[in-house]
T-cell receptor, first 120, second 116 residues
Framework: AQTVTQSQPEMSVQEAETVTLSCTYDTSENNYYLFWYKQPPSRQMILVIRQEAYKQQNATENRFSVNFQKAAKSFSLKISDSQLGDTAMYFCAFMKHEALNAGNNRKLIWGLGTSLAVNP | GAVVSQHPSWVICKSGTSVKIECRSLDFQATTMFWYRQFPKQSLMLMATSNEGSKATYEQGVEKDKFLINHASLTLSTLTVTSAHPEDSSFYIC????????????FGPGTRLTVL
């Protein structure tokens, strides 16, 4: 079974600085997807970034980038130039990559989350 | 982008009553919808997965007679909490996956249920 571990329950960073959130996972699959989701105080879950395991290039979305180390099964999120609006819970998630018609509903396996506070 | 709505956003009910929560995909057809439960400062716990026109698949430990799920159309799934009790109080979130968006789930804003 797949598991996702986020070892940092809480983190804080000063506005405009850079912070890295860690995530490790365990799987025997070779093809899969990894995600970082953000849940702000409004509790609306927002996709931050997505990585496909077969792609070696690390995904980047504006100030958000990942360090994907497949062999080490590590998927950290770097937030550059932190902004007050980045304050939120951040969840790392894993999903198998299976055929479209395999009958699998592609469940997300979630980490426990990291609460990030950006301080002014 | 893909938008998922939930209704109501919050509900307070008396113990023993049933509550229905709706989840709608507004601008895409959702072949699969997922229902989650989230306690304060905790991660999401998947309750069940529903496919349009078929019975929902419940996760281990989730009472299917307690949490009734209906996915009657490609844009609507409902979760009914039957004979609600205070321990059912929680934040319920739905997500939807469309035919084209197979690699991503789109989340609703959640429903806060309080059972008195």
């Amino acid at each position: 079974a797949q598991t996702v571990t986020q070892s940092q329950p809480e983190m804080s960073v000063q506005e405009a600085e850079t912070v890295t959130l860690s995530c490790t996972y365990d799987t025997s699959e070779n093809n899969y997807y990894l995600f970082w989701y953000k849940q702000p105080p409004s509790r609306q879950m927002i996709l931050v970034i997505r990585q496909e395991a077969y792609k070696q290039q690390n995904a980047t979305e504006n100030r958000f980038s990942v360090n994907f180390q497949k062999a080490a099964k590590s998927f950290s999120l770097k937030i550059s130039d932190s902004q007050l609006g980045d304050t939120a819970m951040y969840f790392c998630a894993f999903m198998k990559h299976e055929a479209l018609n395999a009958g699998n509903n592609r469940k997300l396996i979630w980490g426990l989350g990291t609460s990030l506070a950006v301080n002014p | 982008g893909a938008v998922v709505s939930q209704h109501p956003s919050w509900v307070i009910c008396k113990s023993g009553t049933s509550v229905k929560i709706e989840c709608r995909s507004l601008d895409f057809q959702a072949t699969t919808m997922f229902w989650y439960r989230q306690f304060p400062k905790q991660s999401l716990m998947l309750m069940a997965t529903s496919n349009e026109g078929s019975k929902a698949t419940y996760e281990q430990g989730v009472e299917k007679d307690k949490f009734l799920i209906n996915h009657a159309s490609l844009t609507l799934s409902t979760l009914t909490v039957t004979s609600a009790h205070p321990e059912d109080s929680s934040f319920y979130i739905c997500s939807a996956r469309g035919v084209s968006g197979v690699n991503e789930q789109f989340f609703g804003p959640g429903t806060r249920l309080t059972v008195l």
